[in-house]
């Protein structure tokens, strides 16, 4: 059988991605709180579990892709996330839930990374990377079908996106299987394999670079803060709209928090792309201390958004804050990128990179459950109100690291000879 274009199958996988991604997140948070009937901490641990399953199998998966095919590491991973969401589906149960997500989770380690390298090999790096660049303008226009898709199908019943998006995934992975081609794969050395020891070794290795050097050990408790109090908001928020509001008409018309969440996700999504378009060209990405400043700045904002979507006792206020919140911490993420590259030296950048995923890892894994147990005692407001409390030192260090120079940064950052 003939193989398809490797450009065409790449972005036609992404824009899949974006589909069956929307169908079944945008209103995952209904069926967890009014079908399954979950808790705060059950809805925390659903999050805390995910990211475990991920962790344990993000090494051993990245073998398959390595040593085995990366063609078929990518085509195990979509069916598996497709069977991890059919599985969600099945029965409004938090077990049943639970195997769902562990299951999605251990497809994704099959897809993160193997994706990324198949395309390069077929089509070689200059190539892949103006792929990439398009691959975003295709997995939003499958977002954008994606949530309409969303609300049509929960307005039915909150289980059917999961079954549809899940059953869309299956029949996509068994279509493309057949039709992928795999030409430049070449197995990696054994020396080159990434395993365990890599993994710990790159702490290890960042852990050096934080003693004594007081920019390093601020960016490793700024990347911990941001992951102990994420796991509160994005497991939280929803549910506190949903518990706490009643939803009012839409554009004059008597509707549901489902058509409600479709139209949320939209805006969201629109916002989050102008903000990050403003940010490009207003921000200077070469200027260590406008980076800090503009960080500073918006994090005292994602701050004051959560404590006023907490306390609000209005639902357009709710709404606001939430979408202005989700808004700045889109802009958070390619800024702080930045950061680290203009305050660390070249030798050690992608160690700190490696270094600030990890310690954020963790901070979801600890902060999630403490937060949970909050939600659980205290109800969500309270919840969220901590979550807020915990983002908040990151303020101080902030100011702190626009204290050092650039320039004495990377040299701090050197390691030693």
Request: charged share 15%; aromatic share 10%; glycine share 10%.
């Amino acid at each position: 059988m003939k193989k398809l274009n490797a450009t065409f199958l790449y972005l036609l996988t992404q824009f899949v991605f974006g589909l069956t991604n929307r169908t079944t997140n945008t209103t995952f948070a209904i069926y967890l709180v009014q079908s399954v009937g979950l808790d705060p901490l059950q809805l925390v641990l659903l999050g805390t579990i995910f990211e475990i399953t991920i962790f344990i199998f993000e090494v051993p998966t990245g073998v398959v892709a390595d040593v085995v095919s990366r063609r078929l590491s990518v085509i195990l991973g979509v069916l598996l996330t497709g069977v991890g969401s059919v599985v969600m589906g099945l029965e409004p149960v938090f077990a049943i839930v639970l195997l769902g997500h562990v299951i999605w989770g251990f497809g994704n380690t099959f897809i993160s990374g193997a994706h990324t390298a198949w395309i390069t090999d077929e089509i070689g790096v200059a190539a892949a990377n103006r792929a990439f660049l398009r691959s975003r303008q295709f997995m939003l226009a499958g977002s954008l079908l994606g949530i309409p898709l969303a609300v049509l199908l929960a307005r039915q019943s909150l289980a059917l996106p999961f079954l549809v998006g899940g059953g869309l995934r299956l029949v996509f992975g068994l279509v493309m299987a057949p039709l992928m081609p795999e030409a430049g794969f070449k197995r990696k050395p054994t020396e080159e394999r990434e395993g365990w020891s890599e993994l710990f070794a790159t702490m290890r290795v960042g852990i050096n670079l934080v003693r004594g050097r007081r920019a390093l050990m601020l960016f490793a408790l700024i990347s911990l803060f941001v992951g102990l109090y994420s796991e509160g908001w994005d497991r939280l928020g929803d549910p506190h709209l949903l518990q706490n509001f009643a939803f009012p008409p839409l554009f004059g018309l008597e509707v549901g928090a489902v058509e409600w969440f479709g139209v949320l996700s939209v805006a969201g999504m629109l916002l989050n792309l102008a903000a990050n378009e403003v940010a490009v060209r207003r921000v200077n990405m070469g200027d260590s201390l406008a980076l800090a400043r503009v960080l500073q700045a918006l994090y005292a904002a994602m701050v004051a958004c959560m404590l006023s979507f907490a306390l609000a006792r209005d639902f357009w206020l709710a709404v606001a804050a939430m979408l202005v919140f989700d808004t700045l911490r889109g802009v958070t993420f390619p800024l702080n990128d930045a950061f680290i590259n203009v305050y660390t030296d070249s030798k050690v950048r992608a160690t700190v990179h490696s270094m600030a995923a990890q310690i954020d890892a963790f901070g979801e894994l600890a902060g999630g459950p403490f937060i949970g147990l909050i939600g659980r005692w205290a109800g969500i407001r309270a919840a969220i109100i901590m979550a807020a409390a915990v983002l908040a030192p990151v303020l101080p260090m902030y100011a702190r690291l626009r204290r050092f120079p650039a320039g004495e940064a990377a040299q701090s950052a050197a390691p030693n000879s």
